[in-house]
């Protein structure tokens, strides 16, 4: 498992390895808003930046970029103590 992965195109929060997949992981958190209004800060541009990233960490760590990997999502309410997580998310 990698944290705060940094690459010139951007920053991926958790790389973690499901059964032979590479998941990338965007972490969002808030004690202000509901978790819907959360998932919204994970726009195109966002992941636009994850995918670069992705490619890099692809290339440099797996030496191929045609490694099986998929883009999770993991919104977090602290207030209300809400998670909810999407595998697969974009």
Same mark, same amino acid.
């Given at each position: 498992?990698? $944290?705060? !992965? ?5 920053? +991926? %929060?958790? +790389? ?5 997949t590479?998941? =990338? ?5 808030? #004690? *202000?808003?509901?978790?819907? %209004?959360?998932? !919204?800060s994970?726009?195109? *541009?966002?992941?636009? $930046? &994850?995918?670069?990233?992705a &490619?890099?960490? &692809?290339? %440099? /760590?797996? %030496?191929?970029?045609? $490694?099986?990997?998929? =883009?999770d999502? +993991? &919104? ?9 997580? /999407?595998? #697969?998310?974009?």
């Amino acid at each position: 498992m990698r $944290r705060n !992965y940094r690459t010139p195109q951007g920053e +991926i %929060d958790i +790389i973690v390895m499901d059964r032979g997949t590479v998941v =990338f992981v965007e972490v969002k958190m808030s #004690n *202000r808003y509901e978790v819907a %209004d959360i998932g !919204y800060s994970v726009d195109r *541009r966002k992941q636009a $930046r &994850l995918r670069g990233a992705a &490619l890099v960490y &692809l290339r %440099d /760590f797996c %030496d191929t970029v045609e $490694r099986p990997a998929r =883009f999770d999502v +993991i &919104l977090v309410n602290i207030a209300n103590e809400t998670v909810v997580h /999407f595998q #697969n998310a974009f």
